[in-house]
């Protein structure tokens, strides 16, 4: 009898799952629509107005049950990622504020046994966070981010995950941001004693919270997490000015650097070691 139950519960779910998923698949069409006006509109109020419409429209879709399982294979125009281990799953975009600097949004939904919504929003913060790199934040202060990698890595049985992402910053600096998150009392925390690099003019000042890569908009420095090596690689930066504490002067030299993550630290190896 009980396995009888199982089975059309499993049942259940499933067709449940699959409406909705068809719901999902065309409110994804109307929600790619607004994404790109949030990123095209030359209009500064329209672009406030799609980004307000189109937040609104994502957390109703949202509301569907077991929405967490959704693949929104028509909203490209936003960032979604999920977790390693399918503990989360990350929504990011981005609003241009027409004087060169962005604002970052966010909302990071959690799987429920009920297929119940469970979504925590984050609130971009970073008009008041004085120094970034040295700031632990939650959810509710975030630094803002587009985020389009997640890295889980464990230490003394605890879970950490590394986000990996990006700011357009302003209209002549682009960053990317490494920054590492757990969770405590089911909240997450952003930022922590996680990183150690040799010093150099083109890294943040130690000790940090969170790495900040900041260089010349355009010049396509990366940081990325390469699953084989399991290592993060970035770009070495150099000045095209010689002037390394210039950051709307660092460029990619053409050299790798590489963080690997031992007894619950990211580490980076010296430059000579991965000069070409």
């Known amino acids: 009898m009980y396995k009888c139950i199982s089975v059309l519960f499993i049942c259940f779910v499933f067709s449940t799952t699959t409406k909705a998923q068809t719901k999902v ?12 006006s949030i990123q095209t509109d030359t209009v500064i109020a329209n672009r406030f107005k799609s980004d307000s419409i189109f937040t609104r429209a994502l957390i109703q879709t949202l509301k569907q049950p077991y929405s967490y399982n959704f693949h929104y294979d028509s909203l490209t125009a936003i960032k979604i990622l999920f977790a390693p ?6 929504f990011s975009w981005q609003l241009d504020l027409g004087d060169g600097t962005y604002r970052q949004r966010a909302a990071m939904q959690l799987p429920t046994i009920d297929g119940a919504l469970k979504l925590l929003p ?28 997640i890295v889980l890595t464990e230490f003394n049985n ?11 910053y302003n209209l002549a600096v682009s960053r990317k941001i490494i920054e590492v998150m757990h969770f405590e009392n089911n909240e997450p925390i952003l930022g922590g004693d996680y990183f150690r690099y040799p010093p150099d003019e083109t890294y943040p000042l130690a000790p940090i919270d969170r790495f900040i890569y900041a260089y010349k908009k355009g ?9 084989s090596s399991k290592r993060i690689v970035l770009s070495e ?8 504490k210039v950051a709307s002067t660092l460029v990619p ?16 190896a010296p430059k000579l070691a991965h000069k070409k």
């Open 25 to 36: 698949d065309t409110a994804g069409v109307a929600l790619q629509k607004l994404a790109l």
């Open 85 to 90: 281990d399918n503990a989360f799953k990350i």
């Open 122 to 149: 984050f609130f971009d913060n970073s008009d008041f966070i004085e120094n970034p790199s040295r700031e632990l934040t939650s959810r509710k202060n975030w630094i803002g981010a587009i985020y389009y990698q």
């Open 158 to 168: 605890k879970k950490y995950y590394t986000l990996i992402g990006y700011d357009e």
């Open 219 to 227: 010049s396509n420095a990366f940081i990325r997490y390469e699953p």
């Open 237 to 244: 930066l150099t000045s095209t000015e010689k002037d390394l």
């Open 253 to 268: 030299s053409g050299n790798e650097l590489f963080f690997e993550w031992k007894q619950g630290k990211w580490i980076m």
